[in-house]
């Protein structure tokens, strides 16, 4: 398989259409490849807090459309990043709440499977009071592999992945808007995460600063084995990365650590 990482720029003084256009084009770009990523809340920026309401979509909006039409045209499997979803109102609410969402598409421009980010971040601030958590995970079956979807603050959370392998995950996709001050810990869990559950990771981050917040960058595809196959700068970038899917399977009869899981399973308690 071949994958392209859009390491997407997002800057302050660059509007949500604009980006939003810029977006599709470079997606569209990628016709020839199987799978494109792009990082997390990338209309509006991950730390943008107070554009999440302003700028926050129905889950089938602008961006919606953009995107599939964009994977239709390039005919690839399209994993869209996220965007501030806005729910659909409840009990006479003038707004719906507010979600951390990923959008996939088929290469048919088709959706795939929308996911609501688990962890949110910021603690007592930001997201993780301004957005509603979501409660369920999601794989999305290619024909090559399965993918796992998880957003940015989901990789501190090994659980959740280990989850998702349980589900049939062998490629674990992740959007991010990581800050720069935490690269270190960015590449450190994207290995981590591969290593222990055998599976390939794609880690999508953004460039730029964006609400005073400078940006990572460094998307990262990590093999199996915590091999890294490909890594990206500071800066907006593509990179595409050739991978073996096969490679999954093999790792885990040569070495299968998993089948020596004791804790985390349905086992009693007392």
């Excluded at 048919?108 to 603690?123: D, L, N, Q, V």
């Excluded at 400078?214 to 091999?227: K, L, N, R, T």
Aim: glycine share 10%; charged share 25%.
């Amino acid at each position: 398989m071949r994958a392209s990482l859009i390491q997407f720029r997002v800057d302050d003084d660059e509007s949500v259409d604009s980006r939003r256009r810029r977006a599709t084009a470079l997606v569209r770009d990628q016709a020839g490849v199987d799978l494109v990523v792009l990082p997390e809340l990338w209309t509006t920026g991950a730390f943008a807090y107070e554009r999440f309401g302003t700028e926050a979509e129905p889950l089938r909006g602008p961006t919606y459309e953009a995107m599939a039409e964009a994977a239709r045209d390039a005919g690839v499997w399209l994993h869209a990043g996220s965007i501030p979803e806005r729910g659909a109102p409840a009990g006479g609410a003038d707004d719906g709440p507010l979600y951390n969402t990923s959008l996939v598409f088929s290469p048919s421009g088709e959706p795939a499977a929308f996911y609501r980010k688990i962890h949110r971040f910021g603690f007592d601030k930001g997201e993780a009071v301004l957005m509603g958590a979501g409660t369920e995970t999601v794989t999305v079956r290619l024909p090559e592999t399965t993918l796992g979807v998880a957003t940015c603050y989901d990789l501190r959370f090994p659980e959740l992945f280990r989850s998702l392998v349980d589900a049939g995950a062998e490629t674990l996709v992740i959007p991010a808007g990581w800050p720069e001050r935490r690269r270190s810990h960015w590449t450190l869990l994207a290995q981590a995460r591969a290593v222990e559950n055998q599976a390939y990771v794609l880690a999508c981050g953004t460039a730029g600063t964006h609400a005073g917040v400078p940006q990572a960058g460094h998307s990262i595809v990590v093999d199996p084995w915590g091999e890294v196959l490909g890594e990206a700068g500071a800066d907006e970038e593509i990179l595409t990365v050739e991978f073996d899917p096969a490679k999954v399977a093999t790792t885990r009869d040569q070495f299968p650590a998993l089948k020596d899981r004791v804790l985390g399973l349905d086992r009693p308690h007392r």
